[in-house]
């Protein structure tokens, strides 16, 4: 009865920030921001963090834009993690702006939580995860190693305890051939685009011999520079993605040899760089998942069971999961039909909808606080299940 009463207590404590926690998820969606830029999200939200009671240390980890917002000094710390960047031209086609607002109004419910029972809650300011993998910088900058558990909701368009997330590898290609005139003397020529065509033909090639839960995709950054010129340069971004890191070394391999293969065969000169930064995985603690779950479940929310053929992506989530125990669940803000990274989700990320969402991811984090740090024996079982006594 002692949970249900904290519980309540932190369900009130969400809504009487609605109004807040609304009109910060607009300002970032109508101002979106990229990643490392995100110079207004981060400072409405260290604001309102300062203002209600937590300290605040912004640029952390050598990011200008991330942030660490602390309220409580003791252990257990749990992390509730901000992500506040926008996509090119389509804005916050990701729901951003929620999961930003949420977090914010899960660690300012949590207060009263810390002050009745031991522990701390922080806010981390996460920034990039669209483009540059943030969170990847700041797991190597040690940013998560007082950290007991993490969580993040994301919007979409299910209701889910947990989500999968492959790890992924970025592949830079070049190639570098001879200009000629293309039709006055063509045979002087080697042709830099035909290469990179030999090399995307393989990798389709290749699709078909791959494990169902891999992805090999990407597109071409340079083509030529006119249709009379045999293209002395070509270039390409690839993403090769798999659900563990194992089979991911063994694809990239085979990738690669797509693009060596096509370097022969034209005579252009290859040239090639992995990204130092590789999205993890995604590591889903179960037994954290369950609570989140049911928390959600009580605010009224049908929740699906974990479907693996569903949000197959990668976020640098995935890196945080593989040193912390972590969660990163999903809430429905609009129909099964209009898919993430779209302008109609976009639109959805500031209607009424997205506002709901916001508020029961945010409820539901809180709650979930209360069953980590009000629950005894729960944070060992987390912790067990992680691998870590």
């Given at each position: 009865?002692?949970?249900?009463k904290?519980?309540?207590?932190?369900?009130?404590?969400?809504?009487?920030?609605?109004?807040?926690?609304?009109q910060l998820?607009?300002?970032i969606?109508?101002?979106?921001?990229?990643g490392?830029?995100?110079?207004?999200?981060?400072?409405?939200?260290t604001s309102?963090?300062?203002?209600?009671?937590?300290?605040?240390?912004r640029?952390?980890?050598g990011?200008?834009?991330?942030?660490?917002?602390?309220?409580?000094q003791?252990?257990?710390?749990?992390?509730l993690?901000?992500?506040?960047?926008?996509?090119p031209?389509?804005?916050h086609?990701?729901?951003h702006?929620i999961?930003?607002?949420?977090?914010?109004g899960a660690?300012?419910?949590?207060?009263?939580?810390?002050?009745?029972l031991?522990?701390?809650?922080?806010?981390?300011?996460?920034?990039?995860?669209e483009?540059?993998?943030?969170k990847i910088?700041?797991v190597?900058?040690g940013a998560f190693?007082?950290?007991?558990?993490?969580m993040?909701?994301?919007p979409?368009?299910?209701?889910?305890p947990?989500?999968?997330?492959l790890?992924c590898?970025?592949l830079?290609?070049e190639?570098f051939g001879?200009p000629?005139?293309a039709?006055?003397?063509?045979?002087?020529?080697?042709?830099?685009?035909?290469?990179l065509?030999?090399?995307f033909?393989?990798?389709?090639?290749l699709?078909?011999?791959?494990?169902g839960?891999?992805?090999i995709h990407?597109?071409?950054?340079?083509?030529?520079?006119?249709?009379?010129?045999?293209p002395?340069?070509s270039?390409?971004?690839?993403?090769?993605?798999?659900?563990?890191?194992?089979?991911l070394?063994?694809?990239?391999?085979?990738?690669?040899?797509?693009?060596?293969?096509?370097?022969?065969?034209?005579?252009?000169r290859l040239?090639?760089?992995?990204?130092?930064?590789t999205y993890?995985?995604?590591?889903?603690?179960?037994t954290?998942?369950?609570?989140?779950?049911?928390?959600?479940?009580s605010?009224?929310?049908?929740?699906?069971a974990v479907?693996?053929?569903?949000?197959?992506?990668?976020?640098?989530?995935?890196?945080?999961?593989q040193?912390v125990?972590?969660?990163?669940p999903?809430i429905a803000?609009?129909?099964?039909?209009?898919?993430?990274?779209?302008p109609e989700?976009?639109?959805?990320?500031?209607?009424?909808?997205?506002?709901?969402?916001?508020?029961?991811?945010?409820k539901?984090?809180a709650?979930?606080?209360?069953?980590?740090?009000?629950?005894?024996?729960?944070?060992?079982k987390?912790?067990?299940e992680?691998?870590h006594?």
């Open positions: 009865m002692e949970i249900e904290l519980k309540l207590e932190v369900k009130d404590s969400v809504e009487l920030q609605r109004q807040q926690l609304v998820s607009l300002n969606h109508d101002n979106p921001e990229l490392l830029k995100e110079e207004k999200a981060s400072a409405w939200l309102y963090l300062e203002g209600s009671g937590f300290h605040v240390e640029g952390i980890v990011l200008t834009t991330a942030f660490r917002a602390t309220y409580g003791r252990s257990p710390r749990i992390a993690l901000a992500e506040y960047d926008a996509l031209k389509i804005g086609g990701c729901g702006n999961i930003a607002a949420s977090a914010v660690g300012v419910a949590s207060k009263s939580i810390i002050d009745q031991r522990g701390s809650v922080v806010v981390l300011g996460t920034p990039a995860e483009s540059l993998g943030g910088d700041m190597k900058a190693e007082e950290i007991d558990v993490a993040l909701v994301h979409n368009s299910r209701n889910m947990t989500q999968g997330a790890a590898a970025i830079e290609v190639f001879r000629a005139h039709a006055a003397q063509p045979h002087r020529g080697i042709n830099a685009l035909d290469a065509i030999l090399a033909t393989s990798i389709n090639s699709r078909q011999h791959i494990r839960d891999a992805r990407g597109i071409i950054t340079d083509g030529g520079e006119a249709p009379n010129i045999v002395a340069h270039a390409a971004v690839f993403f090769v993605r798999a659900l563990d890191d194992d089979y070394a063994e694809l990239k391999n085979k990738v690669l040899n797509c693009f060596t293969g096509a370097s022969v065969a034209s005579g252009a040239e090639y760089r992995w990204s130092d930064k993890s995985p995604m590591k889903s603690n179960m954290l998942a369950e609570l989140f779950k049911q928390n959600l479940e605010l009224g929310r049908q929740v699906k479907d693996p053929r569903f949000g197959l992506g990668s976020t640098d989530m995935g890196n945080v999961s040193v125990p972590s969660i990163h999903t803000i609009a129909p099964p039909q209009i898919l993430i990274h779209t989700f976009a639109a959805a990320a500031a209607s009424e909808a997205g506002h709901a969402g916001l508020m029961d991811a945010a539901a984090m709650m979930t606080v209360v069953d980590i740090l009000g629950q005894p024996g729960i944070l060992d987390i912790k067990q992680f691998g006594v």
